[in-house]
C-alpha cells in the first residue's frame, strides 16, 4: 500500500518584508498562504520565536511565536532556534497535521558570521515512522559543501536504515550544485520528473531555485510552485510544494 505525502518548503522572511519605512507586516497574510498550501508537512525557514524590536513597531504583532501562529487548525508546531539577535531569536519550523513522535537539533554554523542549524521531526504516518530535516544552508558555496556533509553524518547517525526521510528548505543553492551530493545520499528531488525548471527566487520576478525537497524512500509525483502577486508580495522566496508517494510497508 502506498499514499500521497505533500510537502511544502517556504523561506517565510520572518514575517516582514519591505525596506526602511516602506516595511510592512505580511506574517497575517502568510497565515492564510500556509493553510493554501493544503500539505501535510510544512517546513518554514526565517521564522521568528520573538523579536522585541518587530513588536514595538507593528502594532498587530503576534503574541505567540510565529510558528504557533501559522500552524492551520489541527497541525502541531514544531520549532528550534538557529540564530540569537539582539531583539530575539529565529530559526526553522516544521507544521504537521500528522503526530509528531520526537524532535531534535543540530547546530551547523560554518563560521559565526552566519549561525545555521537543522531541525529534524519525527512524524508518525499511518503507523510509519517518516524523518523530515528542515534546513537553511548558508550563502558561501564553501559552507553549503560543509554543511551538506555535516547532514550526511547527521542522516546516518540518527535516521535508521530503510526509513524514509525527508530532506527540505532554503539551500541557497545556485544552480543546484549541491544536488549531486545530494543524490549521492540517496536523495531525490523533483527534478527526476524532468518536467519545467522549478523557479522559487526572488519571489517577483523568479529566475533559480534556491529551495528544494528531497525524499529517500519515497518517490516525487509532482511539483509546482504557486505564483502570482499576491504570492509576490508575502516574502522574497516563493513556496515550493512536491508530492511524493510513500510506501505504508516497511
Given amino acids: ?20 519605512p516602506a516595511r510592512r507586516l505580511e506574517i497575517h497574510n502568510l497565515g492564510h498562504a500556509v493553510e493554501q498550501l493544503d500539505a501535510d508537512i510544512i517546513c518554514l525557514q526565517e521564522v521568528r520565536k520573538v523579536n522585541r524590536q518587530a513588536a514595538a513597531r507593528f502594532t498587530r504583532w503576534p503574541a505567540m511565536p510565529q510558528a504557533d501562529f501559522l500552524a492551520p487548525e489541527g497541525y502541531t508546531a514544531v520549532y528550534e532556534t538557529n540564530a540569537i539577535t539582539r531583539h530575539g531569536e529565529h530559526g ?22 552566519e549561525q545555521r542549524g537543522l531541525l529534524h521531526v519525527v512524524i508518525d504516518i499511518e503507523g510509519r515512522p517518516v524523518h523530515a530535516i528542515v534546513v ?4 558561501i558555496k564553501g559552507s553549503r559543501v560543509r554543511q551538506v556533509a555535516q547532514l550526511n553524518e547527521f542522516i546516518a547517525r540518527e535516521v535508521p ?90
Fill in 1 to 20: 500500500m502506498s499514499m500521497n505525502l505533500r510537502i511544502a518548503t517556504y523561506n517565510i522572511h520572518k514575517g516582514v518584508q519591505g525596506i526602511g
Fill in 92 to 113: 526553522n519550523a516544521l507544521l504537521t497535521r500528522w503526530p509528531v513522535l520526537s524532535q531534535g537539533h543540530q547546530d551547523i554554523s560554518d563560521h559565526r558570521f
Fill in 136 to 139: 537553511h544552508l548558508g550563502l
Fill in 161 to 250: 536504515h530503510g526509513e524514509p526521510v525527508i530532506v527540505a528548505g532554503d539551500f541557497n543553492d545556485w544552480g543546484a550544485r549541491m544536488r549531486s551530493a545530494m543524490n549521492a545520499m540517496g536523495m531525490r528531488d523533483s527534478h527526476d520528473l524532468r518536467g519545467p525548471r522549478v523557479l522559487t527566487y526572488p519571489s517577483r520576478l523568479p529566475v533559480t531555485q534556491l529551495d528544494f525537497i528531497y525524499g529517500r524512500h519515497l518517490s516525487p509525483v509532482a511539483c509546482h510552485v504557486p505564483r502570482g502577486p499576491i504570492w509576490a508580495r508575502m516574502s522574497d522566496h516563493l513556496p515550493l510544494v512536491t508530492d511524493f508517494s510513500l510506501s505504508l510497508a516497511n
